[in-house]
């Protein structure tokens, strides 16, 4: 059966990339009577897949997980530095743009909290799965799926997350340099602020705001990977991402640009507080967020290993 008579949501998403036969460029043929003797008459096709269902979607997850996983070492790095510049680009745009609304937060503090969501942070990640960067946080779910499905080893994982981690904090820092050289956030209290703010919360606090931000932000790389078209990816992306600034959550790679950013325009954090008050509780809550509340979950439902 070809995909002009498949329901539109069920196409393997695995095989979106796959070249297509000649056929499905052209309409399909109908039988039609003329004269008594069949012809063939062109049908209009059906709409096109935009989206997988579920397990599709599941599976072709998986696949990504695969192949990040079999991935060699430099380009992992590679591709990581570039995701912590594409972050921290987000970054940079929310803070320029929300963060630069104090008296919207002093009148209508949830309007604001939705500004700084709405824009920055998405742009990041929707550059990152467009281009095929490598991100850290979305590594957790989707390498922890192809582990889990007994397509990769333990240290693939191992490598995969460290090396984009790496990758990512390197990128991260480059471009918080060129902010401050810049000079564009010079006149802005918000990077000091908010690096303050987040060095200032118990441990705890930390590592739970870890897990409920990559929950919503491995749920869009989970949610992107199952659309088809470039809209479909954004809305996808942007709907979870702009969510979890607006709710207050803590995302590791985010937080290697806005800290260190704060930092270098002279806020009272110290590196040694940046790196064990926020980056460790906030890197480990991610990872729980990514590896256990959407690659075991969803593998407990779709995976071949699932009961």
Known sequence: MNVHSRPAILAPAAAWNAPRPMADYAPPMAPAL??????????????????????????????????KAAMPPGKIFTLGIISGAH??????????????????????????KIVLGAFGLPFGLFMTLM????????NTALVTAALLNGKASISSLAKSWGVSYAGNFAGSLLLAWLVAVGGTLAASPAPAAVAVAKTSLPFVQLLVRGVLCNWLVCMAVYMASFARDTAGKMVAIWFPISAFIALGLEH??????IIPLGIMQGAAVTW?????????????????????????????????KAD
Do not use: W
């Not at 709409?47 to 998986?62: E, H």
């Not at 590791?252 to 640009?257: L, R």
């Open 34 to 67: 003329r004269g008594g003797r069949p012809t063939m008459q062109a049908v209009a096709p059906s709409p096109a897949v935009l989206v997988a269902a579920p397990q599709p979607g599941y599976d072709g997850a998986v696949a990504a997980g695969t192949a």
């Open 87 to 112: 972050i921290a680009f987000g970054a940079f745009l929310m803070l320029s743009v929300g963060g630069a609304c104090p008296g919207l937060a002093a009148t209508n503090p949830g309007l604001q």
């Open 131 to 138: 281009s095929g960067a490598e991100l850290f946080t979305g």
């Open 252 to 257: 590791s790679v985010a937080n290697m640009f």
């Open 272 to 304: 040694k507080a940046f790196l064990l008050s926020n980056l460790l509780p906030v890197t480990l809550g991610n990872i729980i967020g990514g590896a256990v509340c959407v690659a075991a979950a969803f593998t407990k439902a779709y995976g071949h």
